[in-house]
């Protein structure tokens, strides 16, 4: 596996963060004399249109700036009380790492939010770099953050023999299309792929990515 280059998805497909989300999101909307949502409910909402989020956690038809604040400053304490990686993933890194594959996560959650989260986890050792949507202009599933992570392994080679995309969610596979590198489809996350966007591969667990790749 060497002269492979893996980039990870962050949440639902490395790290199981619904919890600590979920309670993040139900603090904003309790200062805002809304109902709690359920774990069901804010997955099914934040794996829909980004341009629909707003209107569907607060009721506004943008992410006002006193919301996004108070979202960050509660998630910054509460991302790290329930993170934990997904069965598999810790040996599976592991495993790739032995075998010379190279490592990063590219998130749509703030880099800060990221390292903390996967470090957390204990596995945040495993990747040369963790990015997120802080770093580029426009976040997945454009392939900014793609071709960032290709620039910082020294101009990367960026094809569909040697690199690839494992994330949960239409916006990571749309991310590797728009890359034109190959992509897996983790399907034990929470979210699902467009038939615009079919990923290359679909993997039933984490460990299944090994033979994917080998």
């Given at each position: 596996?060497?002269?492979?280059?893996?980039?990870?998805?962050?949440?639902?497909?490395?790290?199981?963060?619904?919890?600590?989300?979920?309670?993040?999101?139900?603090?904003?909307?309790?200062?805002?004399?809304?109902?709690?949502?359920?774990?069901?409910?804010?997955?099914?909402?934040?794996?829909?249109?980004?341009?629909?989020?707003?209107?569907?956690?607060?009721?506004?038809d943008s992410y006002l700036?006193?919301?996004?604040?108070?979202?960050?400053?509660?998630?910054?304490?509460?991302?790290?009380?329930?993170?934990?990686?997904?069965?598999?993933?810790?040996?599976?890194?592991e495993a790739l790492k032995?075998?010379?594959?190279?490592?990063?996560?590219?998130?749509?959650?703030?880099?800060?939010?990221?390292?903390?989260?996967?470090?957390?986890?204990?596995?945040?050792?495993?990747?040369?770099?963790?990015?997120?949507?802080?770093?580029?202009?426009?976040?997945?599933?454009?392939?900014?953050?793609?071709?960032?992570i290709g620039k910082l392994?020294?101009?990367?080679?960026?094809?569909?023999?040697?690199?690839?995309?494992?994330?949960?969610?239409?916006?990571?596979?749309?991310?590797?299309?728009?890359?034109?590198?190959?992509?897996?489809?983790?399907?034990?996350?929470?979210?699902?792929?467009?038939?615009?966007?079919?990923?290359?591969?679909?993997?039933?667990?984490?460990?299944?990515?090994?033979?994917?790749?080998?």
């Open positions: 596996m060497a002269g492979k280059l893996l980039i990870f998805d962050m949440d639902g497909t490395l790290v199981d963060t619904r919890y600590d989300i979920t309670t993040s999101i139900n603090y904003v909307r309790n200062l805002k004399n809304m109902p709690p949502l359920t774990q069901s409910e804010v997955l099914e909402i934040i794996n829909h249109k980004r341009e629909e989020l707003a209107k569907r956690l607060y009721n506004t700036p006193e919301d996004r604040a108070v979202f960050e400053e509660h998630y910054r304490a509460q991302c790290t009380k329930n993170a934990a990686p997904f069965e598999g993933v810790a040996d599976t890194l032995k075998a010379g594959a190279k490592m990063s996560v590219a998130t749509n959650a703030p880099t800060e939010f990221g390292e903390r989260i996967l470090k957390a986890a204990g596995i945040d050792h495993f990747f040369d770099y963790i990015i997120g949507a802080c770093k580029v202009n426009s976040p997945k599933p454009d392939s900014e953050m793609i071709h960032l392994y020294n101009d990367w080679h960026i094809s569909c023999k040697s690199t690839y995309i494992i994330g949960d969610n239409y916006t990571d596979i749309t991310a590797g299309k728009n890359a034109g590198i190959t992509s897996i489809f983790a399907k034990w996350g929470y979210g699902t792929f467009h038939d615009e966007a079919k990923p290359h591969y679909q993997a039933d667990n984490f460990r299944e990515i090994l033979e994917i790749i080998d």
